[in-house]
């Protein structure tokens, strides 16, 4: 279309050019003969100074309309050339999103071996089986390692009981002998609460095991799947949330474990501690033990084997 208009302008420049052209000739061929006045009647020419004025102002416009067609046409080329440069950045947008299109559909239709099972299997937390029970106490123990439940009770029913009251001849004790007694009296008490809670804690985590497996393995089954609803933005989102609270609750259950551990070993160092205390309350009263027990009657011994020679 732009093109067809151009022509028609051009058409239209020439022929105006044309009547340019000719009209010059005339009114120079007019002033030629104006020396001979307005009129020659013997040669039939007349001029007529004010229809040439006309014709001036006419070549004028004829000029002003050619300058203005070609200003036209200047611009018309110039929306062709923009319009050109449009459709241009118009088709590599469309073959940049064609190309990612093809990506992704290539990926959605990518063969069943990318999607198998690339992770390693893993070994579950084992229950603890019954191997015997010979004095009928053990059966309550194992099952509260495996569920959590009792883990008092249990523990008590497998270990020595405690005595209900303190020991006989406590109260006539020396202080020292009382703080030894009792130290290693709440050495005792800690050291079962310890073991309690420890039982429980482990027989917990393996009653939630089933459940923890249950939620992996589906988590793996949706990581794998083809299924288009599962390969959306959101559901990825959604099991690196899952993946996150897995790790969590493990790392929960970790804890609990540690901290258990780091009981039993205050406990281990409170031991320790306690009986190298009472080896120094020994030592210090070592001496004047001697001098009172043992040194009255190694001497009276010696009077007496004196006394006999």
């Known amino acids: 279309m732009l093109q067809e208009r151009y022509h028609t302008h ?9 009547n340019l052209i000719l009209t010059t000739l005339v009114i120079g061929l007019a002033m030629a003969l104006q020396p001979a006045a307005y009129a020659q009647f013997g040669s039939g020419i007349v001029f007529d100074p004010t229809q040439a004025g006309h014709a001036v102002t006419q070549i004028e416009h004829e000029e002003q309309s050619i300058a203005n067609e070609a200003q036209q046409i200047q611009q018309g080329q110039q929306i062709f050339t923009n319009t050109v440069k449009i459709a241009t950045t118009a088709l590599q947008a469309y073959n940049v999103a064609k190309q990612q299109y093809e990506l992704t559909h290539q990926m959605i239709l990518a063969p069943r071996m990318l999607y198998a099972r690339f992770l390693s299997p893993t070994s579950d937390l084992l229950l603890l089986q019954q191997i015997s029970n010979t004095y009928g106490n053990s059966m309550g123990w194992l099952n509260s390692a495996n569920t959590g439940k009792g883990a008092a009770a249990a523990y008590q029913q497998v270990s020595v009981p405690n005595t209900a009251h303190v020991l006989p001849g406590y109260s ?4 020292a002998g009382q703080m030894q007694i009792a130290a290693q009296g709440a050495t005792v008490d800690i050291t079962d609460s310890v073991m309690t809670n420890n039982l429980q804690a482990l ?3 393996r009653a939630n095991q089933t459940a923890r497996q249950t939620d992996i393995a589906n988590f793996e089954a949706a990581t794998q799947s083809q299924d288009v609803s599962q390969q959306t933005i959101m559901a990825e989102l959604q099991r690196i949330n899952q993946a996150l609270l897995l790790q969590l609750r493990t790392q929960q259950d970790a804890n609990q474990i540690n901290a258990n551990l780091a009981l039993q070993q205050i406990v281990a160092q409170k031991q320790q501690q306690d009986a190298m205390k009472s080896a120094f309350r020994d030592s210090a009263g070592y001496e004047s033990y ?7 009657t190694s001497g009276g011994a010696a009077n007496l084997l004196t006394q006999a020679y």
């Open 172 to 175: 006539t004790s020396s202080v």
């Open 203 to 205: 027989g917990m985590i």
């Open 290 to 296: 001697y001098n009172a027990n043992i040194t009255t």
């Open 10 to 18: 051009r058409k239209r420049k020439d022929k105006a050019v044309k």
